[in-house]
């Protein structure tokens, strides 16, 4: 009776496909907003997973794959090493995390540190003490969805530095909604370094994020609007 998807990159797929309109539902992943709401940097935290104090701290928390194209955190924090006081934090697992962690221990990458998945208890604290946020996609790999970790981002303020083409779900997000996010070429480094000095210039909360993230992703608006669709 419905065809729901949760980007409306999909919705476009859908309708390529002979979906007619009328059946399409725009359902997308929330975010338990309450939880990230007002919540400041958390000092100890940092400290427990290495990052030393008044570092400025750029964040990858999430799945490590091997087809995300991670190696890029790993080429701009190369490319930052003149700069000691800042720290690229990669928190998480996966299939991919062993390659970066031989690549950063062989280039002797100090400004990196690697820490585990967190408990879900300690992701707002995580996601407010990072400076900048990295949603890393490849190239073609953004053109039908939203991450996930995003809405969480969203959700505390954050500012994030997302990789991604113009023309995609999230760069339809960055044009629709100016300032939620910086918007880079995907697979440059050079784009991406530069997207780190923008963030890093910015305020620490980002007034865009957290306006759409209350009318957009909150649990209950979404629901309440799914259960007038069907």
Same mark, same amino acid.
């Given at each position: %009776?419905?065809?729901?998807?949760?980007?409306?990159?999909?919705?476009?797929?859908?309708?390529?496909?002979?979906?007619?309109?009328?059946?399409?539902?725009?359902?997308?992943?929330?975010?338990?907003?309450?939880?990230?709401?007002?919540?400041?940097?958390?000092?100890?935290?940092?400290?427990?997973?290495?990052?030393?104090?008044?570092?400025?701290?750029?964040?990858?928390? #999430?799945?490590? #794959?091997?087809?995300?194209?991670?190696?890029?955190?790993? %080429?701009?924090?190369?490319?930052?090493?003149?700069?000691?006081?800042?720290?690229?934090?990669?928190?998480?697992?996966?299939?991919?995390?062993?390659?970066?962690?031989?690549?950063?221990?062989?280039?002797?990458?100090?400004?990196?540190?690697?820490?585990? @998945?967190?408990?879900?208890? %300690?992701?707002?604290? @995580?996601?407010?003490?990072? %400076?900048?946020?990295?949603?890393?996609?490849?190239?073609?790999?953004?053109?039908?969805?939203?991450?996930?970790?995003?809405?969480?981002? @969203?959700?505390?303020?954050?500012?994030?530095?997302?990789?991604?083409?113009?023309?995609?779900?999230?760069?339809?997000?960055?044009?629709?909604?100016?300032?939620?996010?910086?918007?880079?070429?995907?697979?440059?480094?050079?784009?991406?370094?530069?997207?780190?000095?923008?963030?890093?210039?910015?305020?620490?909360?980002?007034?865009?994020?957290?306006?759409?993230?209350?009318?957009?992703?909150?649990?209950?608006?979404?629901?309440?609007?799914?259960?007038?669709?069907?």
């Amino acid at each position: %009776d419905r065809v729901s998807t949760i980007s409306s990159g999909m919705l476009d797929k859908a309708r390529g496909k002979g979906v007619h309109g009328r059946r399409l539902v725009f359902f997308p992943n929330w975010s338990e907003t309450a939880r990230f709401r007002q919540v400041t940097r958390n000092q100890v935290l940092l400290e427990r997973l290495g990052v030393p104090p008044g570092a400025r701290v750029v964040l990858y928390s #999430g799945n490590i #794959g091997e087809k995300q194209g991670l190696e890029l955190i790993l %080429d701009a924090a190369q490319a930052h090493a003149h700069h000691p006081e800042r720290v690229f934090l990669i928190v998480g697992q996966g299939t991919g995390k062993a390659r970066l962690l031989e690549r950063a221990q062989r280039d002797g990458l100090r400004n990196v540190l690697f820490a585990p @998945l967190q408990p879900y208890e %300690d992701l707002p604290a @995580l996601l407010a003490s990072a %400076d900048a946020h990295l949603v890393i996609q490849k190239r073609g790999a953004a053109d039908s969805v939203l991450p996930s970790k995003l809405t969480n981002i @969203l959700a505390v303020g954050g500012n994030a530095i997302i990789t991604a083409d113009p023309d995609t779900t999230l760069g339809r997000l960055c044009e629709e909604h100016p300032g939620i996010a910086v918007l880079v070429e995907p697979e440059s480094v050079a784009a991406l370094n530069a997207g780190i000095e923008r963030v890093l210039a910015l305020p620490s909360r980002n007034e865009v994020a957290l306006n759409y993230a209350k009318e957009f992703l909150d649990k209950e608006r979404i629901l309440q609007r799914f259960l007038a669709q069907v």
